[in-house]
Each structure stands twice: as C-alpha cells, then as structure tokens.
C-alpha cells in the first residue's frame, strides 16, 4: 500500500522551477532517503507534500488523501531549519506537544530526553544546534507518526547521535511507520534507507531500491598500455550512465548488462579488466553529475 | 497550540504590567511626596494650601483656598467616575493589543513549525485571537487594580462612582485597542515583515504624523491622503475622554460620538481580524 503519492509535481517561485514534474510513491514501512545537491527541490518537495507551499500543479497525498491538519495527528515534520520557539524551555514544549497530540508518548519523550541528555529546564535559545535538533526529533518520534518526514534529520548531531537518529528510524519503520527523509550524508541513506530517490535541478533523475540499484550497477575498469585508445563508441550505449577517463584507466558506469560492455571493452585489447559494485555514493555521483559527463562526451 | 500564545502574552503582560505598576507607584509616591513638601513651603509642616475649581454653587467657589493636612485629603468634595479610571484603563490595553498584534506575523518564519500541527489555521488563528483578548482583559484588569490602589492610598478610593457613561467608554477604549490589535495582524499576518518594526511605524504614525496634518499646511493632495488614512487611527477615534457633567464621554479627533466610535472601532478591528486569518491561511513557508 502507498503511504505518500506525489504525481507530476511541479512547483515554480516566479519564473524559477524548484521541482519539475517529480513523481515519486513511497510504501507503507519503507524508508526513503531524498538525496539532492542543495537546491535540488528536496526540501521545497516536502513543503508541498505537506501543504506549507502550494504547488503550481500536480497532485500529493498521504494515506490516498490530501494533507490536511488532521492529517499531522499521525505525521510528524522535522524541518531542516531550527524553528523551535527559542524562548521556550524544554519542557514547555513538551507540554505543548501533550496538549496538541492525542498519542503524545510522554514516557517516549523522557526515553529520548534521556538519550540525547537534554536538560528540560534549558531554553531552546541556550542549547547547541544539535541539541535544538535532538529535540525536534524527540518531540517528532514521541508522538509515535505513522508518516515521519525528516529533513536532514541528523544536521548537526555528533556521530554518535547522528547513529541514534538512524537507529530511531530503522526502529519507527519496523515498527510500521513510513519514513521520508533527505541528507547529504550518503552513508546515512545507504544504512537506514530501503529506497532512494535522487533529485537534480528539480527533477527526479534516479529512483529505487537501494540493494537494486547498487546490484544493478557496476563499474567496469579498463587499464590500457598507453592512453591513445579509442572507447569504440561505448559513450552512446544507453547501458552506460557515464564514462571517465584517467590517463591509461577507463572506467565505466553501467547498469544492468556489464557483461557484454565488459567484452565489448576485451576487444580493445586492455592489459586488465576489472568490474566493481557501485557504493551508494558512486550511484548518487553518476546521477547528479552533468550531462557530458555522463554521456562521455568529448571521449 | 494555545500555550504558545499563553507564554508569550504571559510575558509581555508581566513585562509592560510591571512597568506599568512601577509607573503608577513613582507617579503616586512624588505625587504624595510634592504634596507634602508644599505644605512645609507654604502652611507650615502639616499644611498645605490648594486651589480647587469647583462647580458654580459648589461648597467650593471658585477659586477657593484651603488649608489643609495630606492626610485630609479624603474631606475634600469631589467624586470620579469610573469611566475615567476606564478611560485610562483602555489606554494600558491599546498599548498591551499593539505589542500581541503581531502574533499571527511570528508564526510565519518558523518553517511552519505552527502549520504542521493537527489544528487549522483558522482555529489557530482564533485560538490566538481569545488568548490575545483574555491579556488585554487582564491588563485592563490590573490597570483599574493599580488607579483603585492609587486612589486607596490617598483615602478617596470611596469617591469612585459608576457613573452612566462608563460601559461605553470601556467599550469604546477597548474597541480602539481591537482596531489596532486587528489593523496589525491584518497588516503582518500574511508577510515576514518584521512585527515589531511595523507596531512601531503605526505607533510613530497614529501618535505623531497624522496628529500634524490638521495643524500644518501640507498642501490639499496630502492633506486629504492623511486625513483618509487618519480613518484607520484608533486613536483618531478615541482621541481622550472628558468630564461632562457626572459621567464621562468619549472625545473623538474624528467628531464621533461614543456610540459612533464604539460601533466603528469594533467593526473595524474585526474586519481586520477577518482579514489577517484570510491572509495567514494563504502564506506559504
């Protein structure tokens, strides 16, 4: 079942496009990490999923229907800016958060509390931004969501905290709970996330399964006697995402069937020839990385 | 969401309903103190000589000289009404209404902090309004409090009568402070202008600018430019209060009567409320 459907949307600031016909469907218990060069329309993708931006066209639901207020009774938001009342203590908004949600989790919220040390007498204004972080996501998870949408969710926490924040993730999505969140820390994405959705400019440019697309991704290295090899028209095969050239090395970023490009490649007659996985981190370069890059232009 | 507004009204009444206190007792102890020095000056330690003008027919003729102790105060033949000291009370309000009226505005830079919470905008925006509304009743409140405490220490706090125009000077004075309180929210609600800046402008505006175009040749364009915007100075509508006889009237610089002003202000000040929630629904974080 879908949790969060967004079709076709589009979202234009004047003349500016800040998303352009994104489509994206998350299921329900999955973990989707957004990864994005900043301005890529990640966090103005989620300002339109819930409601805080209207967007020029297309649709988004929650649960197959629009958000509305009540639809925060099970979704809660940690936006990638601090927007905690400063001059409120700790503990004031704990309250706060009781007095808005009929599932506030009073015992959670002390778990968490707890687990990040926070000092509930503080004001907001006096604690670091992690810990202005670590209680947004405290209030977020303590009022047990079915829908979390995290935006940048682990910005300024320490390592250590940065693997709680995974943990509360991984556990909120065995625990059925839909988790949307964006980073630029890959190595975040690759271990909490299931799926992966990659944004550019706006536009969704890759979409899948974590495991997938690392499987169905290779790199496959070529090592030549001298650098004067011709690539034998391997820039145009629509199997190769992108092409980089180093000297002797050739390496080549192709999905799905490297075996016929790896013999195509034999055939120029290489010293050596290699084939690796690709790390998250390899996939969301290909995909970001500019066109003539990709297509190998000029090689 | 309600005890966001709760903390933040709390504070702003506890900061201006202590200046105010303060204000009231250094007013109240000089006042006291010059009292009593003038009697040392002029009638010797305990005496103090004062000019009371009366009403014609009155016990005291006009001018009348009296001799008498601090303490003696309370003998004197006079009575207030109690639409002065709401008079006075409805300015504490204005002032208190014109510090919350940018409550919805505050909201609007916080990354929708107050929009991704299972309440609506506009039942927010009400929520705001009633606790907004309950300050002002409280610094109302606390202002009757600190004139009745004045009064008490000067021993005249009996003279107080409820006298027949009363009512409708707290409606008009706390009606000036819904227009302003609405005519702020109306004009931040829906931009990230910043809320103080613009409370200051309209204080800066309403109190010193458009009082000046009726006195100063400005030339006809913009004296009929002003003179339109002074329709939207509350304190155009309720300029002072006077004592008409045994009850008190509203003054108004726009030639109202008080039942006009009352009317006005109060349905200004909710047109802007109606306003401010239209264009805080439409704000986009």
Request: charged share 20%; hydrophobic share 45%; glycine share 10%.
């Amino acid at each position: 079942m879908k949790t969060i459907t967004i079709e076709h949307l589009t979202k234009r600031y004047g003349e500016q496009s800040a998303v352009a016909d994104l489509s994206l469907e998350i299921d329900e218990g999955s973990v989707c990490g957004l990864l994005g060069p900043n301005g890529s329309g990640k966090t103005t993708t989620f300002k339109c999923l819930l409601g805080l931006a209207r967007p020029t066209s297309g649709t988004l639901a929650v649960h197959g229907a629009p958000v509305t207020p009540h639809t925060f009774e099970t979704l809660a938001y940690v936006p990638e800016r601090n927007t905690l009342y400063e001059w409120m203590m700790v503990f004031e908004l704990f309250n706060l958060y009781k007095r808005t949600y009929k599932k506030y989790d009073a015992a959670r919220a002390a778990e968490l509390a707890a687990l990040f040390k926070l000092d509930s007498r503080k004001r907001i204004e006096r604690l670091s931004k992690g810990q202005q972080t670590a209680v947004a996501l405290t209030l977020a998870f303590a009022t047990r969501p079915d829908v979390l949408v995290l935006d940048e969710p682990a910005s300024g926490l320490d390592p250590i905290f940065q693997r709680v924040v995974l943990d509360l993730i991984i556990d909120a999505a065995a625990g059925g709970a839909t988790v949307l969140f964006s980073s630029h820390q890959i190595g975040q994405v690759e271990r909490a996330a299931d799926r992966v959705a990659i944004m550019k400019d706006g536009r969704l440019v890759l979409d899948g399964n974590v495991d997938t697309l690392k499987g169905e991704e290779k790199i496959v290295e070529a090592v030549f006697d001298g650098d004067a090899f011709a690539p034998n028209g391997l820039a145009t095969d629509p199997r190769v995402r992108r092409i980089e050239r180093n000297g002797r090395i050739l390496r080549a970023y192709v999905r799905n069937d490297s075996a016929d490009v790896v013999r195509r490649l034999e055939a120029l007659g290489p010293k050596a020839i290699s084939v690796y996985d690709l790390s998250l981190e390899d996939i969301f370069l290909g995909a970001v990385s500019d066109t003539a890059a990709r297509n190998g232009e000029g090689i | 969401m309600s005890l966001v507004e709760f903390l933040r009204a709390r504070r702003s009444f506890y900061i201006f309903g202590s200046i105010l206190t303060a204000i009231v007792l250094s007013i109240s102890i000089s006042l006291g103190a010059a009292m009593r020095q003038h009697a040392q000056d002029t009638a010797g330690p305990a005496h103090v000589t004062i000019t009371i003008s009366g009403a014609p027919g009155s016990s005291h003729s006009t001018p009348a000289h009296h001799h008498w102790h601090p303490e003696s105060f309370r003998d004197l033949n006079f009575k207030i009404p109690l639409g002065l000291l709401f008079g006075i009370a409805a300015y504490a309000t204005i002032i208190l209404a014109t510090i919350l009226g940018t409550s919805l505005n505050s909201e609007n830079g916080r990354g929708g902090f107050a929009f991704t919470k299972p309440i609506s905008r506009e039942r927010l925006a009400l929520t705001y309004f009633a606790v907004d509304a309950a300050a002002g009743v409280a610094i109302f409140a606390l202002a009757l409090i600190l004139c009745a405490v004045a009064l008490a220490a000067f021993g005249v706090l009996d003279r107080v009568f409820l006298d027949s125009g009363a009512i409708a000077v707290a409606a008009a004075g706390t009606g000036a402070a819904l227009m302003w309180y609405g005519l702020l929210q109306a004009l931040t609600s829906w931009n990230r202008l910043k809320g103080g800046l613009i409370t200051g402008i309209t204080w800066a505006t309403f109190l010193i600018v458009l009082p000046l175009y009726e006195v100063t040749q400005l030339g006809p364009i913009f004296h009929t430019m002003l003179a339109g915007i002074n329709y939207l100075n509350p304190l155009a509508y309720y300029t002072a209060c006077s004592l008409d006889g045994q009850t008190v009237a509203v003054l108004s610089q726009l030639g109202f009567g008080t039942g006009q002003v009352i009317a006005f202000t109060w349905t200004l000040g909710i047109a802007g409320l109606a306003i401010a929630t239209y264009g805080w629904k439409q704000v986009e974080v």
